[in-house]
């Protein structure tokens, strides 16, 4: 062995070697152990605080004051829904490239309507046995998501090693953040009250979930009484309790609190009363611990992801609107949910070990008898009314036809018929452009002195294959006929403005007021990760978060 002259020219060299390769080796391991991606359904970035004052300081205000907080993130398409939302947040770009442009849509092929996460290839699974039946005929996968996610890309970069988890109350809500790759995405089965799957990720569901099942929490939940969690004086940021516009459950007579579920789930689709209360997000909650426990999320050399979706926000808004005391209620007691994951995520991952971001698949609109009483502008339109005229107009032009295969609250499918189709588009846009309500008429490829701003809103939305022929802005608070709670889908920022907080692993405090868009999500998450865009991701990322 040829003996090497040690001097301090040769010190300092071997020093900075040592040093590289030392620095080199903490890069590789500098990760986080877990994501945890949270979304909250319909939840309005001013909720973050309206309600501050009943919050604790170990949920969202521990996100926003330890976190870094985006206070202007929007929506960049219409209309906005939960499975568009969920779809765009984990792709990183618009309807007009993953897809997804509703919740249920027009299949042309098809000649039906079809839903977002429809999958007639394969099967339910509540347990050791496929279920047979099929939900509406279909079961449920990520097949109709036309572009890769950021859990798809950490599958790919981890070669397969990272675990990615979807869970949710609502199967789009789990199936979508997962993406195509996942390990499991898990959904709450109403008929049943138990978690389930489709034999898209698994025939069988893991034995710690059947035990989970067995628990039977849902039927203890729903045992429970729902009462305001504090006195009815610190509920200041709501209307009264019993409104007019909110929803009556059967077997009551009005819309006050308590509620005794005992007396009422019966006569209310037994488990499917679950999502309408707020105990479907403390049943979601303890199905998000019981995965990281038994999955072993977090304990690996790998980054790990675990996406969240709290959905009894969305069907109690729906129900009883953005104004009511069971809003409120609902989240302050998710205020206490967050905490909980939050502290359970210290002491099983590790504070600093975990990144958490938070979010919303949209937000939601005030009802229009709530804006005329606070004298602002609210009206109702009626979509089966719209498609009426459209058929009587159209008929009377070139023959008596059903030229409207189908309409939901933005978007009409026409069907094929004699006539050429932009005689059937010119002539349907000067029917629509007259109708009381409308704002904004989109026919892809028509040219039109439309404000530029809709117009690129209009085209990040627009899919050729999934999409309507035409789009529909309406004006400022016409809402779809309803009589009760809430909807979302317009394009104004009372749908378009949602939460955006960021803790954990690598996160500065602070906060930014600058406007984002939510397809910079996932974008931020691959930059944070040094892993691949996904496939069709379309922006950049939030470069505050790493100033």
């Known amino acids: 062995m040829v003996p090497i002259k040690v001097n301090k020219r040769n010190l300092v060299v071997m020093s900075m070697v040592a040093l590289c390769n030392l620095f080199g080796h903490a890069q590789q391991k500098d990760k986080p152990k877990l994501v945890v991606g949270i979304i909250i359904d319909q939840m309005r970035a001013e909720y973050l605080y309206r309600f501050q004052d009943n919050y604790t ?43 997804i442009v509703a919740n249920d849509w ?104 059947m035990e989970f099942n067995q628990q039977k929490l849902a039927d203890s939940l729903l045992n429970l009484t729902w009462n305001m969690l504090k006195p009815l004086e610190a509920y200041k940021h709501s209307g009264p309790d019993n409104a007019a516009m909110e929803k009556v459950f059967k077997g009551r007579v009005n819309a006050t609190f308590p509620y005794g579920l005992k007396q009422l789930y019966m006569a209310n689709g037994n488990f499917e009363m679950i999502p309408f209360v707020p105990f479907g997000n403390t049943l979601l909650n303890q199905l998000a611990k019981t995965v990281v426990l038994e999955e072993g999320l977090g304990q690996q050399n790998e980054t790990d992801f675990l996406t969240i979706s709290y959905s009894s926000t969305d069907y109690i808004g729906h129900s009883f609107g953005i104004r ?42 005030d009802h229009p008898d709530f804006l005329r009483a ?126 955006s907080l960021w803790f954990g692993w690598h996160i500065q405090k602070g906060q930014t007021v600058k406007k984002k868009t939510i397809d910079q999500i996932a974008p931020t998450l691959s930059m944070l990760l040094d892993i691949p865009l996904p496939s069709n991701a379309s922006n950049e990322p939030i470069h505050e978060l790493f100033e």
Not at 60 to 66: A, D, G, Y
Not at 124 to 137: A, C, R, S
Not at 156 to 175: C, E, P, Q, T, W
Not at 375 to 390: A, H, N, P, R, W
Request: proline share 4%; hydrophobic share 35%; charged share 25%.
């Open 324 to 365: 009511s005391k069971e809003l409120e209620d609902t989240y302050i007691r998710l205020d206490l949910e967050i905490a909980d994951l939050l502290s359970f995520l210290d002491s099983q991952v590790g504070k600093g070990n975990y990144l958490v971001f938070l979010t919303a698949d949209h937000a939601a609109s």
């Open 374 to 499: 606070s004298k602002l502008q609210g009206e109702y339109f009626d979509v089966e009314s719209i498609k009426q005229q459209l058929d009587l107009e159209l008929s009377e032009l070139f023959g008596n036809e059903k030229y409207v295969a189908y309409m939901d609250k933005t978007q009409i499918y026409f069907n094929p018929v004699k006539t050429p189709k932009d005689e059937i588009l010119k002539a349907a846009v000067s029917v629509l452009t007259k109708l009381e309500g409308i704002q904004e008429v989109y026919v892809p490829g028509f040219h039109s002195n439309r404000n530029l701003n809709i117009d690129k809103t209009f085209r990040k939305s627009h899919h050729k294959e999934n999409s309507g022929d035409i789009l529909l802005h309406f004006k400022e608070g016409w809402m779809p006929k309803r009589s009760v709670g809430t909807t979302h889908g317009a394009f104004y920022n009372n749908d378009t403005h949602v939460p």
């Open 106 to 209: 027009y299949s042309r092929s098809k000649v039906r309507t079809m839903y977002c996460a429809e999958d007639d290839s394969v099967f339910l699974t509540d347990g050791d046995k496929i279920m047979q039946e099929k939900v509406d005929m279909y079961s449920r996968s990520p097949k109709n998501l036309l572009a890769s996610t950021i859990t798809d890309e950490l599958k790919l970069f981890s070669n397969g090693r990272s675990k990615v988890v979807g869970l949710s109350i609502k199967d789009r809500g789990a199936i979508f953040p997962a993406g195509h790759l996942a390990d499991y995405a898990f959904w709450y089965h109403s008929p049943t009250g138990k978690f389930i799957t489709s034999t898209y990720y698994s025939e069988k569901l893991p034995n710690w979930l």
């Open 57 to 99: 300081e170990n949920g969202f205000k521990r996100l926003m004051w330890e976190g870094f907080n985006i206070k202007n993130m929007h929506y960049n398409y219409m209309p906005t829904a939960t499975g568009p939302g969920h779809a765009s947040v984990f792709t990183g770009t618009t309807p007009a490239n993953h897809g």
